[in-house]
């Protein structure tokens, strides 16, 4: 095989193997969005957070691809874009907390994992 040919198998390979995992970020709220937000539109953003952190967590869970791409990074790449994820999640949890105070709103219940789609649904019924 030509040296050209070998440079390119292996610069694909690396390619592959350090593919990282890319979790994602909940976008920041803004101001006028938030102000006009109704008490249980900000419990529906909340369950949206903790799916989203679900969704994190499961990804984040070492898997065979993981190997490959620790002896090329050391996992770096991965462990940031997860940190990235998680702090996106918590300034927007910030947000609506402080608009929950701000408006009074009566404290939120235990949401399941999955109740952004189960408030989902109960609002296509209603």
Known sequence: MPKRMQAIAMIALV??????????????????????????????????INTFRAHVSKASEFSLWDVGSYFLDYGISDAIDEAYAE????????????????????????????????LKQAHDVA
């Open 15 to 48: 390619s592959a193997l350090t593919a990282c995992s890319s979790y994602g970020e909940m976008p920041p709220l803004k101001a006028q969005d938030v102000r006009s937000m109704t008490c249980e539109q900000t419990v529906a953003e909340m369950a949206k």
């Open 87 to 118: 702090d996106s999640a918590d300034e927007r949890e910030r947000v609506l907390h402080k608009a929950r105070k701000a408006k009074n709103c009566p404290p939120i219940p235990a949401l399941p994992i999955d109740a952004a789609k189960s």
